[in-house]
């Protein structure tokens, strides 16, 4: 007979790649976890993922299982937490991915009251910057900055944001101000690596405009551009959540060139088919209110 400890064991390794992670996940012993598995294996009559020196890897079998058994452990968390609600308690693990420089700016100094508030949530935070699969790596939702590219997720906004041409008065004093997108496409910019192409995009009354400068830094974290344009490398297109005290404390400069940068917003999204819980969304109300509309980081004007 299958033990729900070994589907949620087969589930968690799946997810992080290995046995010391899941255990790490699981807040189990590796040991533990090895043997709640290899007993799942055991009841199955087949091995659900190749072990080697190298890691592990799903065979066919436990590909099959997987949808399954991830679908089973979902539906027994949210089944506790569906209990726990019905006697007014917000409980049960919650997993998220989160990027990096807004999650440490912004969203920590956010959840620490509703975690306060709500003390039988487990939460899992996820700092990071990349493109996740939220229902196949496992997280109940993600938080993201920009637009939302994947039809799979069902999104829910939380705050406006806007991004900003910025540099250091130094930069400028030396370089001049541009004034024009023209006049901007020959200046060096420090870019998003994130993004994949090292251009802007405004908003123009002729349409979109693409500005692709020259480089003077490419980097995937918003905290490095920041500090860069402080230091004078270049102009950087960052988001107010990250400028806005730099610009409030003169330490960067608005850069006006007539047009608007594409707008985006701060969101937090779900996998589409699956019910969120009641404490995603009571974090989602949480967020929201703690943000502000419109929100307290965006002081530049």
């Not at 979902?74 to 937490?81: D, L, N």
């Not at 101000?177 to 995009?201: C, K, M, Q």
């Not at 974290?221 to 730099?246: K, Q, S, Y």
Request: hydrophobic share 45%; proline share 4%.
């Amino acid at each position: 007979m299958m033990k729900l400890d070994g589907i949620t064991a087969f589930v968690a390794v799946s997810q992080a790649g290995s046995i010391s992670k899941a255990a790490q996940r699981l807040r189990l012993a590796k040991s533990v976890v090895s043997e709640r598995l290899a007993e799942l294996e055991h009841g199955l009559g087949t091995a659900l993922v190749h072990r080697t020196t190298r890691g592990l890897s799903m065979t066919e079998d436990g590909a099959a299982f997987l949808e399954r058994a991830m679908r089973i452990v979902h539906e027994i968390e949210e089944a506790s937490a569906d209990m726990a609600e019905r006697r007014g308690t917000l409980s049960g693990p919650l997993r998220l991915s989160v990027p990096v420089t807004f999650g440490r700016m912004h969203l920590g100094p956010a959840l620490y009251p509703f975690l306060a508030a709500h003390r039988q949530i487990e939460l899992t935070l996820d700092l990071d910057d990349r493109r996740v699969d939220a229902a196949a790596d496992g997280y109940d939702a993600v938080v993201r900055h920009g637009s939302i590219g994947d039809s799979r997720l069902v999104a829910w906004k939380l705050a406006n944001s806007r991004r900003v041409l910025v540099a250091s008065p130094g930069y400028l004093a030396c370089h001049g101000a541009p004034a024009s997108i023209a006049e901007l496409a020959t200046h060096r910019g420090i870019f998003y690596l994130n993004r994949g192409v090292a251009d802007w995009r405004f908003l123009t009354p002729s349409g979109m405009a693409t500005v692709r400068g020259r480089s003077a830094l490419q980097v995937n974290n918003g905290d490095m551009m920041r500090d860069a344009a402080v230091a004078g490398l270049g102009i950087a297109l960052l988001p107010t959540f990250i400028v806005g005290a730099e610009v409030k404390a003169g330490r960067l400069c608005l850069v006006e060139i007539g047009a608007q940068a594409e707008a985006e917003f701060i969101y937090i999204a779900h996998a589409e088919g699956r019910r969120p819980s009641a404490k995603l969304r009571a974090l989602a109300a949480c967020l929201r209110e703690a943000f502000g509309d419109p929100p307290y980081w965006d002081v530049v004007k």
